[in-house]
C-alpha cells in the first residue's frame, strides 16, 4: 500500500508505519542522549500511545531503565485502512525497548472500563508486582461510565457568553473569525465527567484496592493553562472546569496515597501541536505564534524534551520542586515568559491570511502535524510501497 496523508479538519485518517517508527526512534535517541538518571522502576502510562503519554513511556523507558505498562486505545491495520498513529508508534516502542531487554507491555481497550482496569492489575500483579509511577494522560471525547454505562461526550465551548474571535485553518493557511455559543449546564457536566479527574481518581482507587502501589508512589496527571489570549476558550471554558477537577483530584488523591509516602502531581506543560490541542478553537494559531517565537528565542520544546526536564528536574529530583499557588508543578515557563506573550500580543490583531507566513510558524505547524501520523519524516519514501499491518509484539 503507498500511504499519503488524507486530512478532513483537524483528523487525519491515515498514518505511516515507518515514518511513525522514525519519530519515535528520534525521540529515543534524545532521551539517550540526555543520559541515565534515578527514577521509577515500574510505570504504568494510561494514555501512552501519543503525545505526553508516549514521552512519558520513552522518558521512563529509556531514562531510567523503567519496566512499562502503556494502556491506550488504538485501531490496528487491516485490508483498507491504516492502523492509528499510536498503534504505529506503540509498535515502533515496543521494538525499540525490547531490542535493548527492556520490559515493555500494552493492553489495548477502553481506559474508563472496569475490565482494562482488572486486565491492566492482572498483569501488574503477574509481571511488576507493585508500580512506583502512574501516569494519566488520556484524551478522548467521549467516556462510557463503567458502573453506569451512561454515555458522555465533551465539547469545547466558552461559558457564560457567546465567545467571538480568530483561528486559524492551518492546512489552508486561512484565518477567520469564529463563533462558538456558551455551553449549557449539561455541556459542562459532561466534559467534566469526560476530561475531569474522575477515572484518573478510579484507577488509583483500583490499584490500591488491589494492593498493586509500591511505597513511595507518584501519580502525575498533564495540564495546560495558556495565555489570557485563550482564556475564554481554555481556563474559563468547558476544557477549563474539568482541568479544575483535575486539581480538585490531585488533592484527594494527595491524602489517600498519604500511607504510601506516596504524591499526586499535576503538571502544567507548553502548548504543542498535538491530535488534541488541534481541535481547540484559536490554539493553532496562538501556537504558530508560539513556535515562531520560541524557535527564535531558541527555547522552543517538543513532548520529548518536555517530559524529560519535567522527570529529572521537578519529578525525580532532590532540589525544591517550583509550584505555582495552586500547588502545580510548571514546565509551561519558558511559554509563559513576559516576553514571548508580550510578542505574541502585539501580532494577535496584526496577523491575517495574507500576512500568516510572515509572522507565524504555520509551516512549523504544518510539519508537527504531519508528523503525528508519520508523515513529512526525512528519509522516508512516502512514494514506495509498505506494509500497513504492523504488530504490537505484546498484544496477540
Known sequence: MIIQPKIRGFICTTAHPEGCAKVVESQIKFVKAEGHFEGPKNVLIIGASTGYGLASRIVATFGYGAKTIGVFYEKEADEKRTASAGWYNTA???????????????????????????????????????????VYSLASPRRVHPNTERVYSSVLKPIGKTFVGKTVDPMRGEVKEITLEPATSDEIAETVAVM?????????????????LADGVKTLAYDYVGPELTYPIYKEGTIGKAKEHI?????????????????????????LVTQASSAIPVVPLYISLLYKIMKEKGTHEGCIEQINRLFKNHVYTQAANSRDKDGRIRIDDLEMQKDVQQKIMELWPKV?????????????????????????????????????????????
Open 92 to 134: 515502533a516502542f515496543e521494538a525499540f525497548a525490547h531490542q535493548e531487554n527492556y520490559y515493555a507491555k500494552s493492553i489495548n481497550g477502553d481506559a474508563f472500563s472496569n475490565q482494562i482496569k482488572q486486565e491492566t492489575a492482572d498483569l501488574i500483579r503477574r509481571d511488576l508486582g507493585k508500580v512506583d509511577l502512574v
Open 196 to 212: 475531569g479527574g474522575e477515572d484518573w481518581a478510579m484507577w488509583i482507587d483500583f490499584l490500591a484496592k488491589e494492593n498493586l
Open 247 to 271: 486539581l480538585q483530584t490531585a488533592a484527594e488523591l494527595q491524602a489517600k496515597l498519604k500511607p504510601y509516602h506516596g504524591q499526586a502531581l499535576v503538571s502544567v506543560n507548553k502548548a
Open 352 to 396: 491575517n491570511t495574507d500576512n500568516l507566513g510572515d509572522l507565524t510558524d504555520i509551516e512549523g505547524y504544518r510539519d508537527e502535524f504531519h508528523r503525528l501520523f508519520g508523515f513529512g519524516v526525512d528519509g522516508i519514501n512516502y512514494a514506495a510501497e509498505v506494509n500497513p499491518v504492523v504488530k504490537i509484539e505484546s498484544i496477540g
